[in-house]
């Protein structure tokens, strides 16, 4: 609850002081490709997700994310595809993936933590491939999307 406050908080001072276009605009100066700044936010959501809940992430990242995702000229509903996908990547995540503590009070009393963190790793793999796929083909996660409303974020 205190991160989540804390989260929303930092939020709100970070848009209020304008620090968002500062971060945005360094960010888009980078001599960088495009691609190399989504695998980067990626690799940020992955790192916050094994430790932090969706929702102070979102509160974090977002306000930060978003407006440079618009000026690289990517879809908005992909990139919150890949968000999705990444925080479901991040739950299996040890050390603080919340399905991992889900599994164990189900899991029989002999099955330990640590041989719930390896047989997670074979999901988090796959996850982690259907991720990279979908960030190379967009059109994976715009299908349905475009199907039902015939337009792209």
């Known amino acids: 609850m205190w991160i989540l406050i804390a ?21 888009l100066s980078l001599p960088v490709n495009r691609w190399l700044i989504i695998i980067m936010m990626q690799i940020i959501w992955f790192a916050m997700g094994c430790f932090f809940d969706p929702m102070t992430i979102t509160l974090l990242t977002i306000p930060i994310f978003v407006p440079i995702i618009r000026s690289l000229g990517f879809d908005g509903v992909w990139f919150g595809v890949l968000y999705i996908m990444n925080n479901e990547t991040a ?29 997670v790793l074979p999901f988090v793999s796959l996850q982690l491939v259907g991720l990279a796929l979908v960030m190379v083909f967009p059109a994976i996660a715009m299908w349905l999307p475009n199907t039902l409303f015939g337009v792209s974020g």
């Open 7 to 27: 989260g929303r908080a930092f939020s709100s001072v970070f848009i209020a002081a304008g620090a968002q276009d500062l971060v945005s605009e360094f960010v």
């Open 91 to 119: 739950f299996l995540t040890p050390p603080y993936g919340l399905n991992l503590f889900y599994l164990k009070a189900v899991a029989p009393k002999e099955v330990s933590m640590e041989d719930i963190y390896k047989s």
